[in-house]
Each structure stands twice: as C-alpha cells, then as structure tokens.
C-alpha cells in the first residue's frame, strides 16, 4: 500500500497560484511513478501530469503545459503541483496517484490514490 495524503487546494482568483502537496506515508515512493488528475463536477477524470522519480521525467497535458509544474522531494516523499495563471476551467478536485513503472496518462494504470484536494478558481 502507498497511502497518498494530499493538500493545498483552496479558492483564487483567476490568474493566481496555488501549490498542491502530495505526501506519500508508510513507504518510499521513488520506485513509482506519480500522477496528478483532476475531476471536475459532470466530467471525468483526466490526467494532469507526471512525474518518475528515476530521471525526474515530467509529463503534462496540454490544457496545463507552460502554467503547471510538477516536482518531487524524494527526502520528504512528496510530489507538487505548481499551478500557476489559473483558470475558472481548472476548478476541480485534485488527485495524487502513484503506480509503479513509468508513468501514464490512463487513471486505470494508477494502483494508489488520494482522497482528492478543491481547487475553485473564480472569474
């Protein structure tokens, strides 16, 4: 098991920041490649970006590409999420995944996975 505990969503405005934090507990995670998707309300769940520990390869999608950054602190087994000149199109719940192997962009690749952070961005 990999609990993933996430954190950081809230409200902004458009145009602002926010960091999510994933904290990987009980395990270390950097044989997994992690993942962020989101959710948001009617939709289904897409892929955000990517990230493997061995090489620090990054994956986006390109809704995201250029105003997102992914990271990882292999000492705090913790991924993030930099969102930068958010838009209201991003407002949804934020999940942190972790599968082993490389990483993808299918949710059904993804062994583990968080309890999900809002992220609501107003216009």
């Known amino acids: 098991q990999v609990p993933l505990v996430e954190s950081g969503g809230g409200l902004v405005q458009a145009g602002g920041s926010l960091r999510l934090s994933c904290v990987a507990s009980g395990r270390t995670v950097s044989s997994y490649a992690m993942g962020w998707f989101r959710q948001a309300p009617g939709k289904e769940r897409e892929f955000v970006a990517g990230?493997?520990?061995?090489?620090?390869?990054?994956y986006y999608a390109d809704s995201v590409k250029g105003r997102f950054t992914i990271s990882g602190d292999n000492a705090k087994n913790t991924v993030y999420l930099q969102m930068n000149n958010l838009k209201p199109e991003d407002t949804a719940v934020y999940y942190c995944?972790?599968?082993?192997?490389?990483?993808?962009?299918?949710?059904?690749?993804?062994?583990?996975w968080g309890q999900g952070t809002q992220v609501t961005v107003s216009s």
């Open positions: 990230f493997r520990w061995s090489g620090g390869s990054t």
């Open positions: 995944a972790a599968r082993a192997g490389r990483a993808t962009v299918s949710t059904r690749d993804y062994q583990y």
